[in-house]
Nanobody, 121 residues
């Protein structure tokens, strides 16, 4: 079974930084895109940043210039460096991976359990 494990959330003051990490474990043949999503109370889950296996990145407009996504294709990890954090960045952040468990498997989305990020003003 594949699982994604996140770490790095916490409480930080506005203007501060946090780094989120996520590792994929289990039977994995290949990973396509990896991404970070977030969900604030009362809001829908939204894409924060995504990165392809080739390193192409995509960011939500609200985080461009402040957040950086990166990945290690050997270790099956993805990270999110968050700088200049704002109170509106407060949310539960989820790791996502689009992967094949075996060579013949279909692509399937896997999710981490979520990690809380709270930015105080």
């Amino acid at each position: 079974q594949v699982r994604l494990e996140e770490s790095g959330g916490g409480l930080v003051q506005a203007g501060g930084s946090l780094r989120l990490s996520c590792a994929a474990f289990g039977r994995i043949f290949s990973i396509n895109a990896m991404a970070w999503y977030r969900q604030a109370p009362g809001k829908q889950r939204e894409l924060v940043a995504a990165i392809t296996s080739g390193g192409r990145t995509n960011y939500a407009d609200s985080v461009k210039g402040r957040f950086t996504i990166s990945r290690d294709n050997v270790k099956n990890t993805v990270s999110l460096q968050m700088n200049s954090l704002k109170p509106e960045d407060t949310a539960v952040y989820y790791c996502n991976a689009d992967l094949r468990a075996t060579m013949r498997s279909a692509l399937y989305d896997y999710w981490g359990q979520g990690t809380q990020v709270t930015v105080s003003s």
